[in-house]
C-alpha cells in the first residue's frame, strides 16, 4: 500500500491558464474521488469514478472543469481558463467498493494558486 | 438536506488535558460517521470511523469517539493530548445505500500549548 499519490504539489498559474492535475490511487481502490478544499473550510465532494465511469458531479464542478480516468486506475482533473476563485486545494481519495461505506483514503493534495 | 457541524474553530488545550471536540450532523437516517485529521499542507488521515454497533469507538493514535443518536452527535475524545496532535480535525458523514459522497465539516483547529 503506497497510499495515493498527487502531482504536482503545488501549481502557480496565472489567471486564463489550464491546468491539469492528476492522481494516482492506491492499486486494488476501484473508487476515485477528486474534493477541493479551500482555506479554513472542509473538504467540498466534486466528483466520483468507480472504475472508469464518472457516477456524480457536484454543481461545483463547473463547465471548466473536466475530469478522467480512462482506465479505471490513474483520474486527471483538468481546470481550463483558471480563475483567482479555482484557487484551492485539491484532493484525491480513494476506496473500495464494497457493501458499506469503506474508508476514503486520501492524497497529500495539490494546491493551486492562481495569480 | 443533510450537514455536518463542528462549532468550535479553535481550541487551545495544555499538552497532558484531556479534549473533546465536539460534532453534530443532519440526516433522516443512521449515518457513517469519521474523523480524520489533517496536518498543514497535508491530505486527510482517517483517525476513526462508525458504521454500525458500539456506539464508543476507538480509534488511532489514542483517540476514540462516541455515536449519541439522540443528539445526533459524535464527539471525538482523547484523554490526555501530545504536542503532536496540533492539526486540523474534521468530522465527516457519509450515507447509507451509497458510496463515499463524504460531507465534512468546517474543522476544528487544535492548538496544544506545552
Known amino acids: 500500500d503506497t497510499g495515493v499519490s498527487q502531482n504536482p504539489r503545488h501549481k502557480i498559474t496565472k489567471r486564463g491558464q489550464n491546468v491539469t492535475f492528476r492522481c494516482d490511487p492506491i492499486?486494488?481502490?476501484?473508487?476515485l474521488y477528486w474534493y477541493r478544499q479551500t482555506l479554513g473550510q472542509g473538504p467540498e465532494f466534486l466528483t466520483y469514478f468507480q472504475n472508469e465511469a464518472q457516477l456524480e458531479k457536484s454543481r461545483l464542478l463547473s463547465d471548466r472543469f473536466s475530469a478522467e480516468r480512462p482506465k479505471g486506475s490513474f483520474s486527471t482533473l483538468e481546470i481550463q481558463r483558471t480563475e483567482q476563485g479555482d484557487s484551492a486545494m485539491y484532493l484525491c481519495a480513494s476506496s473500495v467498493a464494497g457493501t458499506g461505506n469503506s474508508p476514503l483514503h486520501f492524497g497529500n493534495g495539490t494546491r493551486l494558486t492562481v495569480t | 438536506a443533510q450537514s455536518v457541524t463542528q462549532p468550535d474553530i479553535h481550541i487551545t488545550v495544555s499538552e497532558g488535558a484531556s479534549l473533546e471536540l465536539r460534532c453534530n450532523y443532519s440526516?433522516?437516517?443512521?449515518?457513517?460517521l469519521f474523523w480524520y485529521v489533517q496536518s498543514p499542507g497535508q491530505g486527510l488521515q482517517l483517525l476513526l470511523k462508525y458504521f454500525s454497533g458500539d456506539t464508543l469507538v476507538q480509534g488511532i493514535k489514542g483517540f476514540e469517539a462516541e455515536f449519541k443518536r439522540s443528539q445526533s452527535s459524535f464527539n471525538l475524545r482523547k484523554p490526555s493530548v501530545h504536542w503532536s496532535d496540533a492539526a486540523e480535525y474534521f468530522c465527516a458523514v457519509g450515507f447509507s445505500g451509497g458510496y463515499n459522497k463524504l460531507i465534512f465539516g468546517a474543522g476544528t483547529r487544535l492548538a496544544v500549548h506545552p
Open positions: 440526516y433522516g437516517a443512521t449515518p457513517y
Open positions: 492499486s486494488e481502490h476501484n473508487r
